[in-house]
């Protein structure tokens, strides 16, 4: 087994500041993710990363930037935050089993700005 | 682009009663990966099951799912919701090339009460 953590659990910013959330996962996954998770809108891809040092952009990806440091870690920057913005970030990894990924979520970071 | 369509934002039903979720999608790839996962209060999303396999049942856990292709849909199925059947539900598509990125739906809400 293994697990995903996400640091912190809650973030409070303020407007314009720029903020990291951060993900460790010891699965040993090739592949690490980031989602935005807004009420009904569903999971939105940010970025992802198929390897270290790789890194791929979702349909979410504009205001935010990502680093893949090692195999273990995957890191998300928010560049700018956005007034009374709210939503909870979802780190997750995979690996390939019958010939298709299966994703593992960690507990998420929910973030508030005032 | 791929997308995914859940039409209910939410559920209600008697405990008891049959659950039917509603999935169709649109893609062009032939071969498409159709998973469900689902997310309990204050919890992760976590695979619930998964097809790529036209109009084969796949079942997890009391639930089921057909992937019809003719139609491209993957309803989530239940004899009979119990209380602790509440939760999140998406429905996601992956393209069998990639393996790697998921588009998900924008959620089902499933209440159960007594």
């Known amino acids: 087994g293994g697990i995903i953590t996400q640091t912190p659990k809650f973030l409070i910013g303020q407007e314009g500041q720029k903020l990291t959330l951060k993900c460790q996962q010891n699965?040993?996954?090739?592949?690490m993710y980031w989602y935005r998770q807004d009420s009904g809108k569903g999971l939105r891809l940010i970025y992802y990363?198929?390897?270290?040092?790789?890194?791929q952009k979702g349909d979410l990806s504009e205001g935010y930037d990502a680093s893949r440091e090692k195999k273990s870690s995957f890191s998300l920057t928010v560049t700018s935050a956005q007034k009374n913005e709210m939503a909870v970030f979802l780190c997750?990894?995979?690996?390939?089993?019958?010939?298709?990924?299966?994703?593992?979520f960690g507990p998420g970071t929910r973030l508030l700005v005032l | 682009g791929d997308s995914v369509t859940q039409t209910e934002g939410l559920v209600t039903l008697t405990e008891g009663l049959p659950v039917m979720l509603n999935c169709t999608y649109q893609?062009?790839?032939?071969?498409?990966?159709l998973f469900w996962y689902v997310q309990h209060l204050n919890e992760s999303p976590r695979l619930l099951l998964k097809?790529?396999?036209?109009?084969k049942r796949t079942e997890h856990q009391g639930f089921h799912a057909t992937l019809h292709k003719s139609s491209s849909s993957f309803h989530l199925q239940k004899s009979s919701a119990q209380l602790s059947d509440s939760a999140l539900y998406y429905c996601?598509?992956?393209?069998?090339?990639?393996?790697?990125?998921?588009?998900f739906g924008q959620g089902t809400i499933l209440k159960v009460y007594l």
């Open positions: 990363s198929i390897t270290e040092n790789d890194l």
């Open positions: 997750a990894s995979s690996i390939l089993t019958d010939n298709q990924d299966t994703q593992y």
């Open positions: 097809s790529f396999t036209d109009n």
């Open positions: 699965f040993n996954h090739d592949t």
């Open positions: 893609t062009i790839y032939s071969n498409p990966f």
């Open positions: 996601a598509l992956s393209e069998t090339s990639s393996g790697q990125k998921l588009v």
